[in-house]
């Protein structure tokens, strides 16, 4: 079935720097991809939608300066989370549409920590 | 807009109750479509169902089924003899037109625990 990867599983690091997230679909193209982020115990809220080629399309009240999403290829799409402070540790997950069924699959998800 | 209501912040069961898992959902469209997720401590999201809007045919797969009830926007889950594995977080997810890219929205998750 449809695999998407995303690394790192867990990053740590200190307050003002930028961090990258890396999504991957495996054996599809992905021409859609969607981050989401999840603080503890509450919901996947979406970010934004990362469109192969274009720029990515934001949800209200996400900072697009901060959260950076580049969607360069059909199977890589990157979210940056740049000058990281500690409200921005959270769990970020990933998920690419297997056009043409429609089907979601998800990351394994990055759980940041910035300190 | 989209919406999807899962009114049952926790459960708590002994093993081998069943457990039925709520979800009530919102749409304009006529296409969309539902899915459960399950999300384990370890935190990745495991693929359980997915339905579309026109398929109403409830589903069985093991101790796992699913009520879709288009005329009540319902699409609830059921767990038959549960077990302790079962203990996670299940969210209900909608997706849609509305927004030109059949974005996912997940409710707010039911966090189910099964004692032994």
């Known amino acids: 079935g449809a695999v998407v990867s995303q690394h790192p599983s867990w990053v740590i690091c200190k307050s003002g720097t930028s961090v990258k997230i890396e999504c991957r679909s495996l054996?599809?193209?992905?021409?859609?991809m969607f981050w989401y982020r999840q603080f503890p115990k509450q919901s996947l809220m979406l970010m934004a939608t990362s469109n192969e080629g274009s720029k990515a399309t934001y949800e209200q009240g996400v900072e697009k300066d901060k959260f950076l999403i580049n969607h360069a290829s059909l199977t890589l799409s990157t979210l940056t989370v740049t000058s990281a402070h500690p409200e921005d540790s959270s769990f970020y997950i990933c998920s690419a549409r297997d056009s043409p069924n429609y089907g979601y699959t998800f990351g394994s998800g990055t759980r940041l920590t910035v300190v | 807009a989209q919406k999807v209501t899962q009114a049952q912040t926790e459960i708590s069961v002994v093993e081998k109750e069943d457990v039925t898992l709520d979800c009530v959902y919102e749409t304009r469209d006529t296409t969309y479509y539902l899915f459960w997720y399950k999300q384990p401590p370890s935190g990745e999201l495991v693929f359980l169902i997915r339905?579309?809007?026109?398929?109403?045919q409830n589903e069985i797969s093991g101790r796992y089924s699913w009520n879709f009830q288009k005329s009540t926007s319902s699409f609830n889950f059921t767990i038959t003899a549960s077990q302790v594995v079962d203990s996670a977080v299940y969210f209900c997810a909608l997706s849609d037109t509305s927004t030109g890219g059949f974005k996912t929205i997940f409710g707010a998750g039911t966090r189910l625990f099964v004692k032994a």
């Open positions: 054996d599809f193209q992905a021409t859609t």
């Open positions: 339905r579309n809007s026109f398929d109403e």
